[in-house]
């Protein structure tokens, strides 16, 4: 049976983010671009995938089976990030051929990260000041409905719901990320051309050392 946590090098009590950290060290050698083997790469990813979704590591831990991934529309959500950096780069006015696309991808695909996060702070927050505006809110007549703290209540429910939708953004987009480590794209470019003035400039020089040698062990003439 094949030890997840042996296979990663970590221990039973890593965190997510050790998973993720172990993985990709072992990747940048087990992937068959880096002279890994198919077999070896697709154990690795198998042992992150497992370890990384939190029923699927408690199910291994308790029986040491390894369950299937459930189908589900969250990696879909990751490729439809992926495919909308692709796109842009697709219609961008820039040559590709020139450009590091997985390293573009990716540094894109971080700086949404970062704002959403940082969205999610503000709207946190909002959250908060919402249910302490509600909790002080009063009707000066008794009794009667209290209007304003059901518009607080809608507010704190509706920024909820954008907390949780940007969180599910942010997920998507770091299974992105590890998406796009089983990926290269490979460069096929040609070389550039020599440059002729060099070449030739570099066969003249050879040229004279080679006269130069002949030269040098030539005999000298007899002095009369």
């Known amino acids: 049976m094949i030890d997840l946590y042996r296979l990663l090098g970590i221990k039973r009590g890593a965190t997510k983010e050790d998973v993720r950290r172990a993985y990709r060290?072992?990747?940048?050698?087990?992937?068959?671009?880096?002279?890994?083997?198919?077999?070896?790469?697709?154990?690795?990813?198998?042992?992150?995938?497992?370890?990384?979704d939190q029923d699927r590591r408690e199910r291994y831990d308790t029986t040491g089976e390894i369950e299937p991934a459930r189908p589900n529309n969250f990696d879909g959500s990751a490729i439809e990030v992926i495919a909308h950096k692709l796109g842009l780069i697709i219609h961008a006015e820039h040559d590709v051929t020139s450009m590091d696309i997985g390293a573009v991808i990716e540094q894109a695909i971080r700086e949404d990260i970062v704002s959403r996060k940082s969205r999610i702070a503000s709207q946190i927050?909002?959250?908060?000041?919402?249910?302490?505006?509600?909790?002080?809110?009063?009707?000066?007549?008794?009794?009667?409905d209290n209007a304003l703290a059901r518009v607080l209540d809608w507010h704190e429910r509706a920024t909820k719901d954008h907390v949780?939708?940007?969180?599910?953004?942010?997920?998507?987009?770091?299974?992105?990320?590890?998406?796009?480590?089983?990926?290269?794209?490979?460069?096929d470019r040609p070389p550039p051309p020599v440059d002729e003035v060099a070449l030739a400039l570099h066969d003249t020089v050879q040229a004279l050392e080679e006269l130069a040698a002949i030269l040098n062990v030539q005999p000298k003439a007899a002095v009369s």
């Open 25 to 52: 060290r072992k990747a940048k050698v087990s992937h068959p671009d880096s002279g890994g083997s198919v077999e070896a790469f697709s154990a690795l990813a198998t042992a992150h995938d497992v370890l990384s």
């Open 125 to 144: 927050q909002a959250v908060e000041r919402a249910g302490c505006l509600r909790a002080r809110v009063r009707r000066k007549a008794n009794g009667e």
């Open 164 to 187: 949780k939708k940007n969180e599910e953004a942010v997920r998507a987009m770091e299974r992105a990320l590890e998406i796009l480590e089983g990926y290269s794209f490979a460069d």
